[in-house]
């Protein structure tokens, strides 16, 4: 199976919790950190992740980009 990473940028994330929702290997998370916008960003929380990019998909503030890794 595919190994994925997931990166998102804290600053344009809002908190919406699509990506979470969509994940179908429940590796995001939204965190506990706060940004300059005063919104908890998405993070990924742990491994798993497949590099479906449905989490990237599914964004509407184009925050997250997922990079797929060759083993």
Do not use: F, W
């Not at 997931?6 to 699509?18: F, H, T």
């Not at 916008?37 to 497949?50: D, F, L, M, V, W």
């Amino acid at each position: 199976m595919p190994k994925g990473r997931v990166v998102i940028d804290e600053e344009l994330c809002k908190s919406c919790g699509l990506c979470v929702a969509s994940c179908p290997t429940k590796v995001l998370s939204i965190s506990d950190k706060v940004n300059s916008k005063g919104y908890r960003p998405a993070t990924q929380a742990k491994e798993g992740c497949i590099a479906c990019k449905m989490c990237a998909t599914t964004c509407p503030d184009v925050a997250i980009t997922v990079y797929r890794i060759d083993e």
